[in-house]
């Protein structure tokens, strides 16, 4: 009887973490296309770049969003500079502890593509073994 092998599942729900504050927009259009590209490859993403705060709303009001996505994702994806904002390093840093995987983009879109070419090919093996 031949074993069937399953392709790692993969986190469902990512929170996208990032820098924003300093930055022209926001860095708004690196979290859109970024969110995009995870959601392209079947991920739903918590995009904090989506999030509505209320006027006047400072700093620790959009943290106080952005750490609420965070404790409903699976796991988180970071953008290029991450590490150098206070903002993406709390979100980053609480992930670890809540022990969520935490890794680039790129890294979540690679594994994904990886995923799906190795579920692509068990079920191609299994229907030739089912032959």
């Known amino acids: 009887m031949t074993e069937v092998l399953e392709a790692p599942a993969l986190p469902r729900v990512l929170y996208l973490a990032g820098p924003m504050s300093g930055l022209p927009a926001f860095n708004y259009p690196s979290f859109d296309a970024a969110a995009k ?17 209320p006027e006047g709303a400072e700093w620790v009001d959009y943290m106080k969003l952005a750490i609420g996505q965070l404790a409903q994702a699976d796991a988180v994806a970071f953008l290029a500079g991450a590490g150098n904002s206070k903002g993406a390093r709390i979100e980053m840093r609480l992930a670890v502890d809540l022990e969520m995987r935490v890794r680039p983009v790129r890294a979540w879109l690679t594994e994904a593509g990886q995923s799906a070419y190795m579920s692509r090919l068990l079920n191609n093996e299994t229907k030739e073994a089912s032959k």
């Open 37 to 53: 590209q995870l959601r392209e490859a079947g991920f739903e993403v918590l995009n904090p770049a989506e999030n509505s705060a």
